[in-house]
């Protein structure tokens, strides 16, 4: 690219990693709000939640997708003409901050998709994988350094680096779960959505199902919840 400029691209992979470090993030407006996520706890939440979506929909068919959870780190990625434009923390919701370069250096994020999709922003949770954040916490014993509580403490120290070259040796990892705009008007469902994303080359839950009642549903939660600690993220 040094000997050829006319070859050179913002989303080369030599572009994974920026050059110099920066001197403070810049703050993102969010055209579409990063809304926290409601929790509930028991079986007894999840019927009285189903009970007000019946009643909201007026008689109306729908279905649930239960996905996992991966607690990590929530960041809005944007896409314009099929190539990665910027990407950004959630913030409060409405103002985040501009995390483009330390972004770039995660491999599941694809810098060009295969479809020259107009406009497009996801929403994702970068997280750091459990050997990864083993290795870590390793490497800072031996250097003396002070050790990181979890892996999502530890995402989200590294996706706050200034310099992108440290973000780089963490290994992070990412789960797209939502699709906050798009100009595709073919995506009716969140399904559709996921499915659509997987196919961008976007990593998406790698398990997940649809139910449309409300019990099978909560077996479902259940039995993720059962295999928590096995899971191999």
């Known amino acids: 690219e040094n000997e050829n400029p006319q070859f050179a691209d913002e989303n080369s992979p030599t572009k994974r990693v920026g050059g110099k470090p920066l001197k403070e993030f810049q703050q993102v407006q969010h055209t579409v709000p990063m809304q926290s996520l409601g929790d509930v706890f028991s079986r007894e939440e999840i019927i009285e939640f189903d009970k007000r979506v019946a009643q909201g929909l007026d008689g109306q068919p729908y279905e649930y997708v239960v996905e996992m959870k991966i607690d990590g780190l929530s960041v809005s990625l944007e896409y314009e003409k099929g190539r990665f434009l910027k990407g950004s923390t959630r913030g409060d919701g409405n103002v985040g901050e ?4 330390n972004l770039k250096t995660i491999k599941a994020i694809p810098l060009v998709l295969p479809e020259e999709v107009e406009h497009l922003e996801v929403r994702g949770e970068v997280y750091m994988p459990r050997a990864a954040f083993d290795s870590l916490n390793e490497e800072r014993k031996k250097a003396g350094e002070p050790l990181f509580a979890n892996p999502r403490n530890a995402a989200a120290g590294s996706l ?17 779960f939502n699709i906050q705009q798009t100009s595709n008007t073919e995506v009716k469902t969140h399904t559709d959505g996921l499915n659509w994303l997987r196919d961008l080359g976007f990593k998406v839950s790698p398990r997940r199902s649809v139910f449309g009642d409300v019990e099978k549903a909560y077996d479902e939660i259940q039995a993720i919840g059962s295999e928590r600690k096995d899971l191999p993220l």
């Open 98 to 101: 501009d995390i483009t370069e």
């Open 160 to 176: 706050r680096q200034l310099d992108s070259k440290i973000t780089a040796k963490r290994n992070l990892c990412i789960f797209v």
